[in-house]
C-alpha cells in the first residue's frame, strides 16, 4: 500500500501536460491591439478561456475553423501548427462579408515560410491585410501555462520577429484579394 501512496503523490505534483500551441501576448502589446476597436471575439482559446483576450471566445473544442466570422472583428493569435489553415478559413469569410468582417492576427514573421509566401505578402499587397506592429526578435512578447490551472509564466525572448497584421472591415478595390487562398 505504501507504493501506491508514494505513486499518488507523484503523480498529484505532476505538471499539466504542456500545450505548445498555448501563447498569450503580454499586456503591453494587448494595450496596443485593443486600443485600435473593440474585438467581438478571441479566436484561438484554451478550452476554458483562461488565455482569452475578449469576453467571447472559441476553443480546440469550439473551433475557430467551424465558424461563422462574418459580421465579427475577431481577435486571432493562431495557434502556430493551424496558421495557415486559420487564416484560409477567414479569407473565406471575408470574401463572404468583406464590408463587415475584420480580423487581427498574431503572426510569427517566417517570410519563407508557405503560409507567408501564399496567403499574407499576397493580402499585404493587395491591400486586404495591413502591417500594425513589427517586434524584433529577441523581444519579451509572450506567456504560456505553467503547469498549475490558470497560472502563467513568460516564455522568455522570441526567436524571430512577431508581427499584428490587422484586416479592416473595408474590402480593397478590385477583385484580385478575393483570389488569395483558394
Not at 500551441?21 to 496596443?32: E, G, N, Q
Request: hydrophobic residues 45%; charged residues 25%; aromatic residues 14%.
Amino acid at each position: 500500500m505504501g507504493r501506491f501512496y508514494d505513486l499518488l503523490e507523484l503523480w498529484s505534483r505532476r505538471e499539466a501536460p504542456r500545450d505548445l500551441d498555448d501563447w498569450m501576448i503580454k499586456d503591453w502589446l494587448w494595450d496596443k491591439v485593443r486600443a485600435l476597436r473593440p474585438f467581438a471575439v478571441d479566436a484561438c482559446c484554451d478550452e476554458v478561456g483562461g488565455n482569452s483576450r475578449c469576453f467571447r471566445w472559441w476553443s480546440k473544442e469550439d473551433s475557430c475553423l467551424l465558424k461563422q466570422w462574418r459580421g465579427l472583428n475577431v481577435y486571432c493569435n493562431p495557434p502556430f501548427s493551424l496558421l495557415r489553415e486559420i487564416l484560409i478559413h477567414f479569407l473565406k469569410e471575408k470574401r463572404a462579408a468583406p464590408h463587415t468582417t475584420s480580423a487581427m492576427f498574431v503572426l510569427p514573421f517566417w517570410p519563407t515560410v508557405r503560409f507567408w509566401l501564399e496567403l499574407v505578402v499576397p493580402a499585404i499587397d493587395a491591400g486586404l491585410f495591413v502591417v500594425l506592429e513589427y517586434v524584433p526578435e529577441d523581444s519579451d512578447v509572450f506567456t504560456s501555462p505553467n503547469g498549475v490551472r490558470g497560472l502563467r509564466k513568460d516564455c522568455g525572448f522570441t526567436r524571430w520577429p512577431v508581427v499584428l497584421v490587422a484586416c479592416p472591415v473595408a474590402a480593397p478595390k478590385g477583385k484580385a484579394w478575393k483570389r488569395i487562398g483558394q
